[in-house]
């Protein structure tokens, strides 16, 4: 029950890279959406680096969900 006063950064990075996929997954216009998961994944990288790899998760993702041509994939992971 100490916790439940604070806000620990591994809650929020869990939030924010969980907020990322979230974002990342819906099938809206792929520019702002792939901006808005970038932020969002190195926000979460930033707060707490311990979750690289689910912020890499979340981002290849986002990059591979949508089926598609490679140019595609490739431009939403230079916007990511």
């Known amino acids: 029950l100490h916790y439940s006063r604070h806000l620990l950064p591994y809650d929020l990075s869990m939030f924010l890279w969980l907020l990322a996929l979230w974002i990342g997954m819906r099938p809206e216009p792929p520019a702002r959406i792939s901006c808005a998961c970038g ?20 981002l290849a993702t986002h990059v591979l969900w949508r089926p598609g041509s490679v140019a595609a994939a490739v431009r939403r992971a230079v916007r990511a």
């Open 39 to 58: 932020l969002l994944g190195g926000a979460a990288f930033v707060i707490y680096n311990g979750h690289w790899l689910a912020v890499g998760v979340c």
